[in-house]
Nanobody
């Protein structure tokens, strides 16, 4: 079972990027999913989360600029990032609380991270 991220890169301030996170392997169901980021010299922080029912939450500094969504049929989550700022520069990690069978509890899985660099 793994999470694979894609979509990172280098963009100028004010630009946009769309991150994807695809879960594959033995999956019975996925509960909460979300995106964390870790900037240079900083601790990892939650950027946005989304429940299985579609409820979302965002870090204050990204509200109105970032949009999290998921396609449950594809076990895939997205992060649309608009109006990017240099302070958004970080490695972005996706996570998912995954249930592997009807008899198990959810466990957290993490992606390998994707670099987002915003130049001024």
């Amino acid at each position: 079972l793994q999470l694979v991220e894609s979509g990172g890169g280098l963009v100028q301030a004010g630009g946009s990027l769309r991150l994807s996170c695809a879960a594959s392997g033995r999956i019975f169901g996925i509960n909460t999913m979300g995106w964390y980021r870790q900037g240079p010299g900083k601790q990892r922080e939650l950027v946005a989360g989304i429940t299985s029912g579609g409820s979302t939450n965002y870090k204050d500094s990204v509200k109105g600029r970032f949009t999290i969504s998921r396609d449950s049929a594809k076990n895939t989550m997205y992060l649309q990032m608009n109006s990017l700022k240099p302070e958004d520069t970080a490695v972005y990690y996706c996570y998912a609380a995954i249930v592997v069978s009807r008899f198990s509890s959810p466990s957290n899985y993490w992606g390998q991270g994707t670099q987002v660099t915003v130049s001024s």
